[in-house]
């Protein structure tokens, strides 16, 4: 597992397996969100065997498959109601932790800057200069 905080609620996965749920739990979660589709990849565990382990240690485990590289803002929306009901903190996960930092900044967009979004992502080393113009487009839809 490579966790990383993006907030004090949220943190952001690359893939996680079955056998990491323990540990997950043990750390304080108390939500996880899968962004990641089931047979992206050989060898990637099913939603269901995932949402079965958590369930196990008493995890919440919300399935939200985004394709990767087409990150909706339906999809920023669901994540972002996913958000709101869950129980934190919330470990969201996918192949890298991108999708779900994007879905992150979409969301976070709405009510912050997107330099300090900008900043944020890259110090957890995520990188989201590719959707800079789209975050700035939502932050200056955003009430003053």
């Not at 540990?23 to 065997?49: C, K, Y």
């Not at 939200?64 to 996913?82: C, H, I, R």
């Amino acid at each position: 597992m490579d966790i990383k905080s993006v907030s004090a609620f949220l943190s952001v996965s690359r893939q996680i397996y079955p056998v990491h749920m323990e540990s997950i739990a043990r750390l304080g979660f108390r939500t996880v969100i899968n962004n990641r589709p089931d047979g992206e990849v050989d060898g990637q565990p099913l939603a269901s065997e995932l949402e079965a382990e958590a369930a196990r240690h008493h995890l919440v485990f919300i399935n939200q498959p985004v394709l990767s590289n087409k990150v909706t803002d339906g999809d920023a929306d669901n994540f972002a109601q996913a958000l709101q009901q869950a129980a934190g903190p919330v470990l969201a996960f996918c192949r890298s932790g991108m999708r779900c930092t994007i879905l992150w900044a979409l969301n976070e967009a709405r009510s912050s800057d997107e330099q300090t979004i900008l900043k944020q992502a890259m110090s957890i080393g995520i990188d989201l200069k590719k959707q800079q113009a789209r975050i700035k487009s939502i932050a200056a839809r955003r009430p003053v």
